[in-house]
């Protein structure tokens, strides 16, 4: 099971949630330096998804949704994405190790494939071929 970053760009990405996204994003660049690297709008106003750097790191944020028990994101309010090379044996690796699987592995409208778990304090982790850094 491979972990290394597609390319040389970094793989593993702090999510958060926040009440009001794009006020999250003006507060990260005016407090913080972040600038933002990309953001989809969301219908209702928040953002849907949005990517923000400061130096060599990456976070990717979005506005909290409505409760959605087939996706933990829409409500969880942090968590971590990992982007890894072979999903499908990291996948199987983590469901042979006994990890909460609370979405399953699937291809998703973005192009990537991925799941979610929670480790074993219940910490909420994706793992997919999504790479954030390739947006422009």
């Not at 040389?8 to 003006?26: E, M, Q, R, V």
């Not at 660049?29 to 219908?43: K, M, S």
């Not at 909460?100 to 494939?113: K, P």
């Not at 991925?114 to 994706?126: F, K, N, P, T, V």
Request: with cysteine; charged share 20%; hydrophobic share 40%.
């Amino acid at each position: 099971m491979s972990a290394k970053p597609t390319g040389s760009k970094p793989n593993i990405f702090p999510a958060l949630k926040y009440k009001d996204g794009p006020a999250a994003i003006k507060w990260l660049q005016r407090a913080f330096g972040f600038r933002e690297h990309v953001a989809y709008a969301a219908p209702d106003g928040g953002i849907a998804h949005a990517q923000m750097t400061l130096s060599g790191g990456m976070i990717m944020l979005g506005s909290a949704g409505k409760s959605n028990a087939k996706n933990p994101w829409a409500t969880e309010r942090q968590g971590i994405y990992v982007c890894v090379d072979d999903i499908d044996a990291h996948y199987a690796a983590a469901k042979a190790a006994g990890a909460e699987i609370v979405r399953e592995l699937a291809n998703t409208d973005y192009g990537s494939r991925e799941y979610s778990a929670r480790d074993l304090d219940g910490h909420l982790w994706s793992f997919g071929t999504y790479q954030p850094w390739s947006n422009s």
